[in-house]
């Protein structure tokens, strides 16, 4: 099983930018899939962004897509949330999670390892 820590996490204005980071450790970081979730207060946990084994394919919700930017460092066991142009609507704890398989899915019951969450604020 690997291990997941957030980082990054904090409170920024409406229109500022942040950067998540999260380390792998446990197992081979380059066999899993890894995706990006949020939750809110109050609200179901949801899919952010994923990106491949091999970072050739990347995915995002339509709420964030063209601000936010999922990459992974394979040789630094560590994938990364690029968040621009941030929105109050984007308050939410923010959660990576791995999928230890080839595909990627925004379903959260898919994926077999969670770290334990960033909180991001964005104030308007």
């Known amino acids: 099983q690997v291990q997941l820590v957030e980082s990054g996490g904090g409170l920024v204005q409406a229109g500022g930018s942040l950067r998540l980071s999260c380390v792998a450790s446990?197992?081979?970081?380059?066999?899993?899939?890894m995706a990006w979730f949020r939750q809110a207060p109050g609200k179901e946990r949801e899919f952010v962004a994923a990106?491949?084994?091999?970072?050739?394919?990347?995915y995002y919700a339509d709420s964030v897509k063209g601000r936010f930017t999922i990459s992974r460092d394979n040789a630094k066991n560590t994938v990364y949330l690029q968040m621009n142009s941030l929105k109050p609507e984007d308050t939410a704890v923010y959660y990576c999670?791995?999928?230890?398989?080839?595909?990627?899915?925004?379903?959260?019951?898919?994926?077999?390892?969670w770290g334990q969450g960033t909180q991001v604020t964005v104030s308007s």
């Open positions: 999670a791995a999928e230890g398989g080839m595909l990627v899915y925004t379903i959260p019951s898919k994926y077999d390892a």
């Open positions: 446990g197992r081979t970081f380059r066999w899993y899939a």
């Open positions: 990106v491949t084994q091999s970072e050739s394919t990347t």
